[in-house]
């Protein structure tokens, strides 16, 4: 390549200087100024070219600038009587028009002899150089995408669900929202418990990994689903039906990844979870937590590995004023467990963990006539949580209905989580998974002096699942048949953040769960499942759900 780019560059100076020769020869002669037109477009396009190298980085402006003085020079030269001084110039001259055997015209330039071996060199050369950034780009391959794009990963899914909700007999009849938002033992949220409800969903997810460099993971998908403070951040369902306007997208993951070795991996963004779980009873499927994770993976041998996960999540941010006594309200989260490869396609996942919620409980404004607390309102719940009313003291007094909804207990959440995979034929597997938790931070002293309220201790959560079939549903043709069985007390997991399905969301709640999927085409699947649950404490509350789902992924 340096030679090629030598013999361009002399080539390049050859033809300014012959350019400025000629040019100085055409001085005075009228007769041949269309000859001298040309070789000064001659001489402005060999200049051109000379920018565009300088351009490109072959050449600096300064060589650039030389070679056309130079060249100018040697034009100028070779066009005056002076370059051949004296006797010895003169004979020179006679030997180089004796050579040529004829006297030199006006307006010729002479182009030195090109050897066919010098131009046959030049043209492998330039074809080798040309080969290999094709191979590079992958110029003319079928799919074929410049190198950068390789190193970006697309993915995505749509969903499309028919929802049927039926309230048996034995259930509260409607009430207003005051009625069932207030109860202190497993209050709700729901303000239809006795009329069969028929909905469309939709859920559409499109995101991207991107690696850069051999450390360095950036991530953004985006959602469908509520925008903002006061949505629900454990679904990305959207409910159809409105008149057809148009649904709402939101930045659902957004993360970079900072792997310096294959042991440990440092994350930050809005980042997905983090966290091994087993099944939702700690944290529906579509959550996504957003803060800084440390995760440690040391691989012990081939088939057994620990693991270690820490990280800080910001859940509400709360600027301080001066009436305002609210802290912003965090999780630190951690957890430790193993992966253990038993046999073939046949593994064991076991964690335990502990999130440690800080300030996300509620406190009692102190006077009828101060809100320096009403930040410590939790600005969304699902159902179940024992709740009470920042704002009592008001309401009381003036006989208003201004309620502002506080989580009664603190919640430091203790969860044990295994997941038994085992293949016992072909691509049939059966899956065990369990999750057990238990809130640490239930305090009846503490109870008592935020909201003066004495509750009972509900704050155990289990759930079980037993699946047979297919783990994936890559192929078509894939199948899998699963029931579980679920219990969680009312204050055992935050309910904003637990499953959005089964009871329509929330804790305070028992039940079952059956159903199946199978893959009528790659990557497609259809789903059925049927929820049958019962509230634990509080109205009497009973709901039977059916979904049925269509998933595409790709």
Request: net charge negative; with cysteine.
């Amino acid at each position: 390549m340096k030679n090629l780019r030598g013999r361009i560059l002399a080539c390049l100076l050859f033809s300014v200087g012959a350019c400025a020769a000629a040019l100085g020869q055409e001085a005075g002669r009228t007769a041949a100024a269309d000859e001298a037109q040309q070789l000064r477009t001659l001489r402005d396009t060999t200049i051109a070219l000379l920018n565009q190298l300088v351009q490109q980085g072959v050449l600096t402006r300064e060589k650039a600038d030389e070679l056309i003085r130079q060249a100018q020079q040697a034009g100028q030269s070779a066009s005056s009587p002076a370059a051949a001084p004296g006797a010895a110039g003169a004979a020179a001259a006679a030997a180089g028009g004796a050579a040529a055997g004829a006297a030199v015209a006006p307006g010729t330039v002479r182009v030195p002899y090109v050897p066919e071996s010098v131009k046959q060199e030049i043209r492998d050369e330039v074809k080798q150089d040309v080969l290999a950034e094709a191979r590079q780009e992958r110029w003319g391959v079928p799919n074929g995408y410049p190198d950068w794009l390789h190193r970006i990963t697309w993915y995505g899914d749509v969903r499309v669900r028919y929802q049927g909700e039926r309230f048996p007999t034995s259930s509260v009849p409607n009430a207003t929202p005051q009625q069932l938002a207030l109860p202190q033992n497993g209050a709700y949220t729901l303000t239809n418990t006795s009329e069969p409800v028929n909905i469309l969903r939709i859920r559409a997810r499109f995101g991207l990994e991107a690696t850069i460099g051999d450390t360095v993971v950036a991530g953004v998908r985006l959602a469908s689903g509520g925008v903002g403070l006061g949505t629900n951040g454990a679904s990305e369902s959207q409910t159809l039906g409105n008149y057809n306007a148009r649904e709402t997208i939101g930045l659902d993951r957004a993360y970079l990844a900072y792997r310096p070795v294959s042991w440990l991996t440092l994350t930050g963004g809005r980042l997905g979870d983090p966290f091994f779980h087993a099944t939702t009873l700690v944290w529906a499927d579509d959550i996504s937590l957003e803060g800084l994770v440390a995760s440690f993976v040391p691989q012990l041998n081939d088939t057994f590995s620990l693991f270690a996960t820490a990280g800080m999540f910001p859940i509400q941010d709360i600027q301080p004023a001066p009436t305002n006594a609210a802290p912003s309200k965090w999780l630190y989260g951690y957890q430790t467990g193993f992966h253990w490869l038993l046999a073939e396609a046949s593994t064991l996942h076991f964690g335990v963990a502990f999130y440690d919620y800080r300030a996300v409980e509620g406190i009692l404004n102190p006077t009828p006539y101060t809100t320096i607390y009403s930040a410590t309102a939790a600005p969304f719940r699902q159902n179940g949580n024992s709740v009470f009313d920042i704002n009592e003291l008001a309401n009381t007094l003036n006989g208003t209905t201004n309620y502002l909804i506080g989580l009664t207990s603190k919640f430091h959440e203790l969860n044990v989580a295994t997941a038994l995979d085992v293949r016992f034929g072909g691509r049939t597997h059966l899956m065990l998974n369990l999750d057990y938790v238990k809130n640490l931070g239930f305090d009846h002293n503490d109870i008592l002096q935020r909201t003066g309220l004495t509750l009972d201790n509900r704050t155990t959560g289990a759930q079980f699942e037993v699946k047979v079939g297919d783990p994936n549903f890559a192929r078509r043709y894939n199948w899998q048949g699963f029931v579980a069985y679920r219990y969680a007390q009312r204050d055992s997991v935050i309910d904003a953040f637990t499953d959005a399905d089964f009871n329509l969301g929330g804790t305070n709640a028992k039940g079952y769960i059956i159903g199946g999927e199978f893959a009528f085409a790659e990557n497609t699947t259809l789903r059925a499942r049927w929820f049958s649950s019962k509230e634990i404490d509080g109205l009497p509350l009973a709901i039977n759900l059916l979904q049925v789902d269509a998933t595409a992924a790709f």
